[in-house]
């Protein structure tokens, strides 16, 4: 068992966690005969990692559409496009609308996005790659190499999330001549 308390204790040896995503077809069927690894003891563990939407609906609003992804700005500046920005261009919204709104968590967290790789290994200085067993709660190398990946992919994930929904949005707002108001936790 693998604890904070004991930061020195090993985990998986990471020259054992290999990457055998080229082996992966598009229809989601597996290659073996194209994967260089031979184990001795003959045992695997694989773990399929990927991401889809949760589905979340905005809430409690009455629109119906997907939540914006929060960690790459395109997500709010979609959002922007498709309601505020449309809103803010009505005869007589200028001098009127004079603040916009946005709260995040009522429908939870969100751990992924298409960029989190580059920007993850641009900011931390290292490569997702391995790592990712720790999210699935193996620890890799020591429990206190696991905790300090697992510290630099919240911060990440921190990062990101106030750069391209909170600050991108107060951008948004201060080009178009409103106030932005967010909800932050």
């Known amino acids: 068992r693998h604890t904070a308390e004991n930061p020195a204790e090993p985990g998986l040896d990471p020259e054992s966690v290999v990457d055998v995503t080229a082996a992966l077809h598009p229809d989601g069927t597996f290659d073996w005969a194209s994967t ?6 003959g045992r695997w ?18 629109i119906d559409g997907l939540e914006c992804d929060k960690l790459d700005r395109r997500g709010i500046e979609s959002h922007w496009a498709a309601m505020p920005a449309k809103i803010l261009a009505l005869p007589g919204a200028k001098g009127t609308v004079s603040h916009c709104v946005i709260d995040s968590y009522e429908v939870g967290g969100q751990n992924w996005t298409e960029i989190l790789p580059a920007e993850f290994e641009r900011r931390r200085g290292y490569p997702l790659g391995k790592h990712l067993v ?29 750069e391209n929904y909170y600050d991108r949005f107060a951008e948004l707002c201060r080009a178009a001549g409103v106030n932005s108001v967010i909800e932050p936790y």
């Open 134 to 162: 720790t999210v699935c709660g193996y620890a890799l190398g020591t429990t206190g190499d696991s905790l300090k990946f697992l510290w630099d992919w919240q911060l990440t994930i921190g990062e990101l999330f106030a």
């Open 36 to 41: 260089p690894i031979v184990r001795r003891d």
């Open 45 to 62: 563990r694989l773990l399929r990692i990927g991401y889809t939407s949760t589905g979340a609906r905005p809430g409690p609003a009455t």
